[in-house]
């Protein structure tokens, strides 16, 4: 089975930086993916780590260590359109997603 | 590209009666989920297709019945509803190379 943990809220300040970070214990690994989702709407994609390291994609970067089970999402420069949640979730070995209870994060300007 | 269509929006259904959820997705997916979304909880997978024609059960299977006859389909059935079963529904489809999922807009099911 899969046990995936995330803060449940966080709140930041227009242009700061914040930091959700993610750890889990899986029976099987084969990738982390984060999500978004906005109040009222699905989940979009991301990112995806599947090696150790960072992965920087604009103002978000998403890092992973497996030996340690964590992972961490970084949004940089934040904006109010950053207000949302932010979806941890492991990629089994037979490709199934099981996902944490998700990061509230609340932009102030 | 429409991607995955979900149908209806949002549901009030009475304790006992059935109902279908639709799910279209014109990507080509093989593989598609129905997950339910509770406060708190997070997604939970409920059924799954790995290609049309199987399917199989995800972690809260209980009280839902899924069929896939094609590719693009992937209908969620509540044979005989009950108040625990009021939450938000989404389904997906996933890219068989990169795995991602992609998600439906969901419906929101209340059961009284």
């Known amino acids: 089975g899969q046990n995936i943990d995330q803060p449940t809220e966080m709140t930041a300040t227009e242009g700061a930086i914040v930091q959700i970070n993610c750890t889990y214990q899986?029976?099987?690994?084969?990738?982390l993916f984060w999500y978004q989702q906005h109040a009222g709407e699905a989940p979009t994609f991301l990112s995806y780590?599947?090696?150790?390291g960072l992965e920087e994609k604009g103002r978000f970067s998403s890092f992973l260590s497996r030996s340690k089970g964590y992972s961490y999402l970084l949004l940089k420069e934040l904006q109010m359109k950053d207000s949302a949640s932010y979806l941890c979730?492991?990629?089994?070995?037979?490709?199934?997603?099981?996902f944490g209870a998700g990061t509230t994060v609340t932009v102030r300007a | 590209t429409a991607g995955i269509t979900q149908a209806p929006t949002s549901q009030i259904l009475a304790a006992g009666r059935s109902m279908t959820l639709r799910c279209t997705q014109d990507?080509?997916?093989?593989?598609m989920y129905w997950y339910r979304q509770d406060l708190g909880l997070g997604l939970r997978l409920i059924h799954y297709?790995?290609?049309?024609?199987?399917?199989g059960k995800g972690e809260v299977p209980d009280g839902y019945s899924v069929s896939r006859a094609n590719t693009d389909d992937f209908p969620l059935t509540l044979a005989s509803a009950v108040p625990s079963q009021t939450s938000v529904y989404f389904c997906?489809?996933?890219?068989?190379?990169?795995?991602?999922?992609?998600f439906g807009p969901g419906t929101r099911l209340t059961v009284l």
């Open positions: 997906a489809s996933s890219d068989s190379e990169t795995h991602e999922q992609f």
């Open positions: 899986t029976s099987g690994f084969n990738g």
């Open positions: 780590n599947v090696l150790d």
């Open positions: 979730a492991v990629l089994s070995n037979d490709y199934k997603l099981s």
């Open positions: 990507m080509r997916h093989n593989a």
């Open positions: 297709s790995n290609t049309a024609g199987t399917t």
